[in-house]
Nanobody
Framework: QLQLVESGGGLVQPGGSLRLSCAAS????????IGWFRQAPGKEREGVSC????????KYADSVKGRFTISRDNAKKMVYLQMDSLKPEDTAVYYC?????????????????WGKGTLVTVSS
């Protein structure tokens, strides 16, 4: 069964860290780029980061550059988002999504399948 399942969200204080995981099943992760997106309350969903199928290309939104790091382990069928120096404005539901082929995209309409999300709350 085709699935993308996010985990690792939770409550963290400003300045803290979290690592989100995206577990893929039912398809060969090697053939897909993965994007991380987030949606804050009352706001539109936005692209945070992406990683190409081989892991050779990564991109980040300006708002998270230098604080977030995306990585993948195709053998384990996992993609990760390490989030450091978290800010209250990072509070959102975080989603991973896939698109087949090469490249690295952070536009949500480029994605063809989505996970259900994991909530990250940054608050003291």
């Amino acid at each position: 069964q085709l699935q993308l399942v996010e985990s690792g969200g939770g409550l963290v204080q400003p300045g803290g860290s979290l690592r989100l995981s995206c577990a893929a099943s039912g398809f060969s992760l090697d053939n897909y780029m993965i994007g991380w997106f987030r949606q804050a309350p009352g706001k539109e969903r936005e692209g945070v980061s992406c990683i190409s199928s081989s892991g050779s290309i990564t991109k980040y939104a300006d708002s998270v550059k230098g604080r977030f790091t995306i990585s993948r382990d195709n053998a384990k069928k996992m993609v990760y988002l390490q989030m450091d120096s978290l800010k209250p404005e990072d509070t959102a539901v975080y989603y991973c999504a896939r698109r087949s082929g090469s490249g690295c995209y952070t536009r949500q309409y480029d994605m063809t399948y989505w996970g259900k999300g994991t909530l990250v709350t940054v608050s003291s």
